[in-house]
């Protein structure tokens, strides 16, 4: 089955030129079948080129994935057309009445940011709790995780005095978790960002479980045990030019950005970058929308977010 997206999304076009299998809004109409609803709530500046990136990883799957759009407040973009945004974006008001199967919430470059002085936290503090309700399974990348485990879980982020930025080697902690199902037990990931929660701290928190995590970048993949929230600090949905792409930025801002590590050979950025990650993170969303959204949505849509519909023990398996 294949992705669906709203009609003459631009993201469309760059599937269609990668023979990526997806159906617009008006031929998704006539399909007689239950479709993955996954609301995808875009709070990087550059929303046209994160929407490209996330939807080449939800693809990957036989199911049908109805995506929407959300952005959480209504000011003028730098980065985005205004047409784009009132076309293709909802807002938490058009949408704060619907059930979705799945969520994700993206990054934001606000990492050295304190949570109260985020110009639309009380905004991210209701929508992190209207997930509970209203979705089956979240996922939270990068500056989202921060900030969900703030606001759920209490954990504080730990501001870095350098910027994790680069690809880096990670290892499986729960190598039976069916989010890691088909990964190597030593695999790549990128990682770019001035914050991290402390692997510590997730691990007082028994609901919360460490799936992989590396030595430099720390923890990687963490999931809720109930597979209603799944946390990933780094970005595997990364194209392969995007770190080289944030490097430049940075020097053309006069920030003086260290040289990401383990991405260009020999650490010359005048080579073209190895990408060493994009099956693994593949298999990452893939994953997360089979076990974690398919097989654990109710089949009734109006059953998502009561908690007697995930009361059985989740195990990532076809229930008989």
Request: aromatic share 10%; glycine share 4%; with cysteine.
């Amino acid at each position: 089955m294949p992705l669906r997206i709203p009609d003459n999304l631009p993201a469309a076009q760059v599937l269609q030129r990668e023979n990526i299998f997806y159906m617009s809004d008006s031929v998704a109409a006539h399909q007689d079948i239950r479709p993955m609803r996954v609301l995808l709530l875009n709070l990087m500046p550059k929303k046209i080129e994160t929407e490209i990136h996330l939807m080449r990883m939800l693809s990957n799957t036989p199911l049908q994935v109805d995506v929407e759009l959300m952005r959480i407040d209504d000011r003028i973009s730098k980065n985005t057309p205004i047409e784009h945004l009132e076309t293709f974006y909802k807002s938490f008001a058009d949408v704060s009445h619907k059930k979705y199967d799945g969520m994700i919430i993206t990054g934001a470059p606000l990492g050295q940011v304190p949570f109260d002085e985020v110009i639309f936290w009380p905004e991210m503090k209701e929508i992190l709790d209207w997930t509970m309700s209203h979705v089956t399974s979240t996922m939270f990348l990068c500056w989202s995780v921060q900030a969900a485990m703030y606001h759920l879980y209490g954990i504080e982020k730990r501001v870095l005095e350098k910027k994790i930025s680069g690809v880096y080697t990670h290892h499986l902690v729960d190598a039976f978790s069916p989010i890691v199902r088909g990964f190597d037990d030593i695999f790549d990931a990128p990682h770019s960002r001035y914050a991290e929660v402390p692997a510590a701290d997730i691990r007082r928190q028994p609901d919360l479980g460490i799936v992989a995590e590396s030595a430099i970048a720390g923890a990687y993949i963490v999931t809720r045990k109930d597979g209603r929230q799944l946390f990933v600090t780094g970005h595997s949905e990364y194209e392969p030019l995007c770190l080289k792409d944030e490097y430049e930025r940075d020097i053309a801002a006069g920030i003086n950005p260290a040289v990401p590590e383990n991405y260009f050979p020999d650490d010359d950025p005048t080579r073209a970058p190895i990408v060493t990650w994009k099956s693994h993170g593949n298999l990452l969303f893939s994953n997360w929308l089979n076990y974690y959204v398919y097989q654990l949505t109710p089949f009734d849509p109006n059953r998502i977010g009561e908690e007697a519909a995930y009361q059985q023990p989740f195990t990532g398996l076809v229930s008989g």
